[in-house]
Nanobody
Framework: QVQLVESGGGLVQAGGSLRLSCAASGSISSINVMGWYRQAPGKQRELVATCTSGSTTNYADSVKGRFTISRDNAKNTVYLQLNSLKPEDTAAYYC?????????????????WGQGTLVTVSS
């Protein structure tokens, strides 16, 4: 079993900052892409940012210049630094990872989701 455990959400005023962490644990051979998604009430889940094992990053236009994704491959952990937060950033933030598990013959990649952490930005 592979688990992703997020932490770092909370309540912050507009203009403030938060740092989210997501650690992967379990039987892991490798991790390709790790990323963050978010889902606001009544809306679909959307991509926030992704980071490859080689640290290539991708961001949603709405967060470019405000959020920074990074990862520590040795710790199987991905971070999301959220700066200049706006009320419209309020959402549940979910960690996602493409995790490789050795089958004995090859590595099989599975998509894994965390349980989510709530970010609330007050105006």
């Amino acid at each position: 079993q592979v688990q992703l455990v997020e932490s770092g959400g909370g309540l912050v005023q507009a203009g403030g900052s938060l740092r989210l962490s997501c650690a992967a644990s379990g039987s892991i051979s490798s991790i390709n892409v790790m990323g963050w998604y978010r889902q606001a009430p009544g809306k679909q889940r959307e991509l926030v940012a992704t980071c490859t094992s080689g640290s290539t990053t991708n961001y949603a236009d709405s967060v470019k210049g405000r959020f920074t994704i990074s990862r520590d491959n040795a710790k199987n952990t991905v971070y999301l630094q959220l700066n200049s937060l706006k009320p419209e950033d309020t959402a549940a933030y979910y960690c996602n990872a493409e995790v490789g598990k050795w089958t004995g013959v090859t590595i099989r990649y599975l998509e894994v989701w965390g349980q989510g952490t709530l970010v609330t930005v007050s105006s």
